[in-house]
């Protein structure tokens, strides 16, 4: 064999071990979830979701975020989780990996409060069940499909204003009754409901996988949002920037070593898109024009960057955890020392 | 002095029927002809100075990566590890290392040859020309490859897994779709500059142009992006650091489906040009 056969051999070496070990993570990773970042319990969320929002609280908890801010500004925290840990078993910090909330009316007035909640985590099952029995008045339970739901102020008719239940060991459900009772049959009979819903699955498939956080949705999840803003004039005057209307918005995000933010927003066609960018590229550009008073914004205004892919805009932020420090408002001048003149 | 240039056109017949017996009035089939000219240029283009510069260029990445590893142990990280891994994909190789590798190594393919007088040794050989070309880009292409793949592997490795192991399997699709796109730059900027190659007689400056300055058409508004190439190359790859400047402003991904069929089209479009330049053109040696 040639030297330069053997040079070729030995990079081919390199790149099919990367690929075996990259092949072998993948189909390994114990954290695999069955669709996007969502894990196959999860699936048995109604079919007619329209949101879905995701934290990893592991990543989340050790996040410089979290210890910066979180944990370092509320000295009564550690006091709240311990009467949690003792009445349930459970310490948020140590013991919940995921949380997701999902729903379906998000833009409905009135009805904003159907959101379903999913914890995953580990749970001492009968502390927590008895914490729910014991610590608030007016809880009932029923059991649906072999499962115990526990109902809050179950009133005559059997329709409480809340419920919770869990799927399994190491979920627990929450939220109104009927998604909950919904839920839970569709996990009892091995159903997954959710995988009906394509455009929602499309909108998983394309998060960013291991963001601390995410959110996808349709329509509904922005139709609170404003349809204009006000123009350079400011409010009150006649100017106004009318905003397209988006069809779907994913969000993901990171906390750790910065805080990174991708947002990817659907509009109708790619004029729409084009228009939208450029309201967001606006206002990073008025950033930059206050670079001159505020020294951060221009660090800020640099960290954000807008691009178009056919109907679909991309913003993309990189702010250092710096940045968001000299943004916060400068705080009062503490009390002079006793001693001072 | 050239009084007595030696005229190589396509028909020259060869010079002499060879002692064994071989028919030479029929060419050489024109796999086994691709496959010689692939064997002795590869040995060529694999060792030799150019390669060592490309090795640094490529294998520049890999060690700043672990240099940032080895770094980030004392110092405070600023940039995330996978951030930084799309950086270089974006930045180093697909927007700047790799078209240079493909500049140094096309250009040279057949005016190598011309300049050192060495392209009467094949082109007297029954075989067609086209064949030549054809085993001259491959071996360009398992060369730049072997160069560019390891590195790249490398140093995703080394990037992302300064946090340990887990999650690394979220991020592995992105791994192949970066060697996807790393072949697909390889390919169409060698080809490009493979038609460069015969078609210009100094073709590096004009290559250096090309890359500098009329790339830069990425990062206007409108349309002009789709008359480059880098453009298409970088919509493919989900990695968008920010940018500054026009790029901030006016940048725009192409659809998938349109920059696979540009790259395919330019590939065809630059590799046919270069193969029919090659067959026809008269080659006139200085003495």
Not at chain 1, 47 to 73: C, E, H
Not at chain 1, 286 to 312: D, G, H, M, Y
Not at chain 2, 39 to 55: A, C, F, K, Q, Y
Request: net charge positive; proline share 7%.
């Amino acid at each position: 064999m040639t030297r330069s056969r053997l040079v070729v051999l030995g990079a081919t070496v390199v790149v099919a071990a990367g690929a075996m070990a990259a092949l072998g993570a993948l189909y390994l990773d114990p954290a695999r979830a069955a669709v996007g970042p969502l894990p196959p319990q999860a699936l048995s969320l109604p079919a007619g979701t329209r949101y879905v929002m995701g934290l990893d609280i592991k990543r989340f908890v050790a996040s410089p975020l979290y210890a910066k801010y979180a944990a370092a500004r509320t000295a009564n925290r550690p006091q709240a989780f311990e009467e949690l840990e003792q009445k349930t078993g459970l310490n948020p910090e140590r013991d919940l990996d995921q949380v997701y909330v999902a729903g379906t009316q998000a833009g409905v007035p009135g009805r904003n409060g159907d959101a379903l909640v999913v914890v995953t985590g580990r749970f001492d099952r009968a502390k927590v069940a008895r914490a729910i029995e014991t610590e608030r008045k007016g809880v009932t339970s029923k059991n649906v499909s072999g499962t115990v739901v526990y109902l809050f102020n179950e009133n005559a008719a059997g329709k409480g204003s809340g419920a919770t239940a869990f799927l399994d060991d190491n979920t627990l459900v929450m939220g109104t009754q009927a998604s909950v009772e919904q839920t839970v049959t569709a996990r009892a009979k091995g159903e997954a409901p959710l995988r009906n819903n394509a455009p929602l699955l499309a909108l998983l498939e394309g998060v960013k996988p291991g963001s601390t956080f995410w959110m996808v949705g349709d329509q509904t999840l922005l139709s609170n949002m404003p349809k204009a803003i006000p123009g350079p004039g400011g409010p009150g005057t006649s100017q106004s920037i009318e905003l397209p209307a988006l069809k779907s918005l994913t969000v993901t995000g990171d906390l750790d070593p910065q805080v990174s933010l991708d947002i990817t927003g659907e509009a109708a066609d790619e004029p729409a898109a084009k228009n939208l960018a450029d309201v967001v590229r606006g206002f990073v550009a008025l950033a930059s024009l206050q670079a001159n008073q505020k020294p951060e914004l221009k660090q800020l205004a640099s960290a954000i960057s807008v691009t178009t892919e056919a109907s679909r805009v991309h913003v993309a932020a990189r702010v250092p955890y710096e940045v968001l420090d000299s943004l916060q408002p400068k705080r009062a001048a503490t009390a002079a020392p006793p001693n001072a003149q | 002095m050239s009084a007595t240039a030696p005229r190589l056109t396509p028909d020259s017949p060869p010079p002499s029927a060879p002692a064994d017996g071989r028919d030479v009035t029929r060419p050489v089939p024109f796999l086994r002809a691709v496959k010689a000219v692939f064997d002795l240029s590869l040995e060529g283009m694999v060792w030799s100075r150019r390669s060592l510069l490309m090795v640094a260029l490529l294998f520049g990445p890999a060690l700043l990566a672990v240099a940032v590893r080895i770094a980030l142990t004392r110092l405070p990280p600023r940039v995330g590890a996978f951030d930084l891994y799309g950086l270089m994909i974006a930045f180093v190789y697909v927007r700047n290392a790799l078209p240079l590798a493909a500049l140094f190594y096309g250009t040279a393919l057949i005016s190598d040859e011309v300049e050192g007088k060495t392209i009467t040794y094949l082109l007297t050989r029954p075989s067609q020309r086209v064949s030549v070309l054809a085993g001259k880009f491959a071996s360009y292409l398992v060369t730049t490859l072997a160069m560019a793949l390891p590195a790249v592997v490398i140093t995703f490795f080394v990037l992302n897994t300064i946090r340990g192991w887990s999650g690394i399997g979220a991020l592995v699709p992105e791994l192949f779709r970066d060697m996807g796109v790393i072949i697909l730059t390889l390919v169409v900027y060698g080809a490009f500059f493979t038609l460069m190659g015969v078609l210009l007689r100094r073709p590096v400056i004009p290559g250096l142009l090309f890359l500098f300055v009329w790339e830069l058409l990425a990062n206007a508004p409108g349309y002009l992006p789709r008359f480059t190439i880098t453009a298409y190359l970088r919509s493919l790859i989900h990695h968008h650091p920010p940018d500054e400047g026009l790029a901030e402003i006016f940048a725009q991904v192409l659809p998938t489906a349109l920059c696979l069929e540009a790259v395919g089209g330019m590939i065809v479009v630059f590799l046919a040009g270069a193969a029919w330049i090659f067959s026809t053109r008269e080659y006139v040696l200085d003495q």
